[in-house]
């Protein structure tokens, strides 16, 4: 790896620290909105870093924002450092080895996003002050991406408004540009009232939620034959009215997480799953109550930005891993079936090669159709502010997400090589924005070309609070 871009030293002199916050997250793996330690730590060493910082914005405790720099442009480095329930396990182990059975895993890489992304945010600060470039860097530490959907939240109280552009990443098998293409979503728990009664002495008098839950789930599978065939339904029961099965379930509450291709698509769907749930409290006469939980748009591409972000990734290569990573990527790869594996390689587009546990290579842009793709709530963020985000290979390939083998490797020396590579192309990709503007307004009127008379909706209602801790218990 060769440092030809004056930002990637930089990067070099800083990594030790961010390793370091990466493994501390690791270690202390916190869910949805209850991230104290983990926010505690990236707000520690934004202020050692020199940044001006901010905690709590957009009422959310967990979230935490630092600016450096003056004037000028705003690009904002968003980072993430929530995990997921029941994923506890032991680093570099390749068989599964819970820490504490039933803990929190990072499952889903959010200890690198995090210090990586705040890594090219720190080399961006020194950047500017060398240079004396007007503008300014933000970091953007952001809570609960695994369904509390904060971004969306911190959206709709105007914490992006006067960002120009937005830059993030993700850990992934392979490393390039991320192709653009994400579902968009909603969250909504649909609670029946009915009657309680003596399940054998008086059915009669009793008018059960269960059946009415029952009747909203065989009416939603139903509709999946006559919904766009990229959409998704997914639901869980978290109220089944009880244990006793001698009493009429007076209520239940089933949580249903609806998923379009595009934001006009998915409002469409949220409103036809809605009739069905009013349906089913129709046909058990009990009541029916929904409530939006979270909600995420899906990606809006920026053309512009895909395009700089691929020309830094050229420029660095590949990340560098050595024998030592492929060994331990071997032993990891070997816990998966070939379906992983493949799949791996479609979802990105690439071609399969049997002996390659960890990328090397940079995959083109658009790469993969689409088909396997999820929500984020960085998407949210697209719509209002032009995005660009990079997929950064730290993982063996075919390695699920939310799985015990990707917690297992968020240690290992190859999960640091590929955040710092990631860290060197978003700080690359910052650093080219501020020294030529026009860039900026390319990237601009490329992003209100694609939402040209597509208006945004905030999935996320404006009487919808984010489900904080306190709010929870309460």
């Known amino acids: 790896m060769q440092n030809t871009h004056s930002v990637w030293p930089i990067i070099d002199s800083k990594r030790e620290a961010f390793v370091e916050l990466s493994d501390r997250v690791w270690e202390t793996p916190e869910l949805n909105y209850r991230e104290e330690r983990s926010a505690a730590e990236h707000e520690r060493l934004l202020r050692e870093e020199g940044f001006r910082v901010q905690r709590g914005i957009a009422g959310l405790p967990t979230a935490v924002m630092g600016e450096a720099g003056e004037g000028g442009p705003v690009i904002a480095i968003l980072g993430e450092y929530d995990a997921l329930p029941g994923l506890?396990?032991?680093?570099?182990?390749?068989?599964?080895?819970?820490?504490?059975?039933?803990?929190?895993?990072?499952?889903?890489?959010?200890?690198?996003l995090g210090a990586g992304s705040m890594l090219a945010a720190a080399a961006l600060k020194d950047f500017l002050a060398e240079s004396g470039l007007p503008g300014r860097v933000r970091y953007y530490g952001c809570p609960?991406?695994?369904?509390?959907?904060?971004?969306?939240?911190?959206?709709?109280?105007?914490?992006?408004?006067?960002?120009?552009?937005?830059?993030?990443?993700?850990?992934?098998?392979?490393?390039?540009?991320?192709?653009?293409?994400?579902?968009?979503?909603?969250?909504?728990d649909f609670t029946f009232h009915g009657r309680a009664s003596h399940a054998a002495a008086t059915p009669h008098l009793g008018r059960s939620a269960l059946d009415a839950v029952e009747l909203m789930n065989i009416g939603v599978n139903y509709m999946r034959e006559h919904m766009p065939s990229s959409a998704r339904v997914h639901y869980a029961i978290i109220d089944g009215g009880g244990i006793a099965p001698n009493v009429v379930q007076a209520r239940a509450t089933v949580r249903h997480l609806v998923r379009a291709r595009t934001l006009p698509e998915l409002l469409e769907l949220v409103a036809r799953v809605k009739k069905i749930a009013e349906g089913a409290a129709l046909m058990t006469e009990t009541t029916v109550r929904a409530q939006i939980i979270s909600g995420d748009a899906n990606l809006v591409g920026?053309?512009?930005?895909?395009?700089?972000m691929h020309r830094q990734l050229e420029q660095l290569g590949p990340p560098q891993f050595d024998d030592a990573d492929r060994?331990?990527?071997?032993?990891?790869?070997?816990?998966?079936?070939?379906?992983?594996?493949?799949?791996?390689?479609?979802?990105?587009?690439?071609?399969?090669?049997?002996?390659?546990?960890?990328?090397?290579?940079?995959?083109?842009?658009?790469?993969?159709?689409?088909?396997?793709?999820?929500?984020?709530?960085?998407?949210?963020?697209?719509?209002?502010?032009?995005?660009?985000?990079?997929?950064?290979?730290?993982?063996?390939?075919?390695?699920?997400?939310?799985?015990?083998?990707?917690v297992a490797q968020g240690k290992l020396p190859a999960a640091h090589k590929g955040m710092e590579h990631a860290a060197k192309v978003m700080a690359a990709t910052g650093a080219e924005l501020f020294r030529d503007p026009s860039l900026i307004e390319a990237a601009k009127a490329d992003h209100r070309a694609r939402l040209e008379g597509t208006p945004f909706v905030n999935p996320i209602p404006d009487d919808v609070e984010p489900p904080l801790p306190d709010r929870a218990a309460a």
Not at 88 to 112: I, K, T, W, Y
Not at 167 to 187: D, K, Q, R
Request: glycine share 12%; aromatic share 8%.
């Open 88 to 112: 506890s396990q032991e680093a570099g182990v390749a068989e599964e080895r819970p820490v504490v059975d039933g803990g929190n895993g990072h499952g889903c890489g959010h200890n690198l």
């Open 144 to 188: 609960a991406e695994e369904g509390g959907s904060s971004k969306g939240f911190m959206v709709r109280s105007g914490v992006f408004d006067d960002v120009d552009i937005a830059i993030s990443w993700h850990p992934a098998p392979f490393a390039g540009v991320n192709n653009p293409i994400s579902l968009a979503c909603n969250e909504i």
């Open 302 to 308: 920026n053309a512009p930005l895909e395009a700089l």
């Open 327 to 406: 060994e331990i990527a071997a032993k990891f790869q070997a816990t998966l079936s070939r379906e992983d594996i493949r799949s791996s390689y479609a979802r990105f587009g690439v071609t399969p090669k049997g002996d390659s546990p960890l990328c090397d290579i940079i995959f083109p842009p658009e790469s993969g159709d689409g088909t396997f793709v999820g929500s984020t709530d960085v998407g949210t963020v697209s719509w209002v502010v032009p995005t660009v985000q990079m997929r950064g290979a730290t993982y063996a390939i075919g390695t699920p997400g939310h799985s015990w083998q990707l």
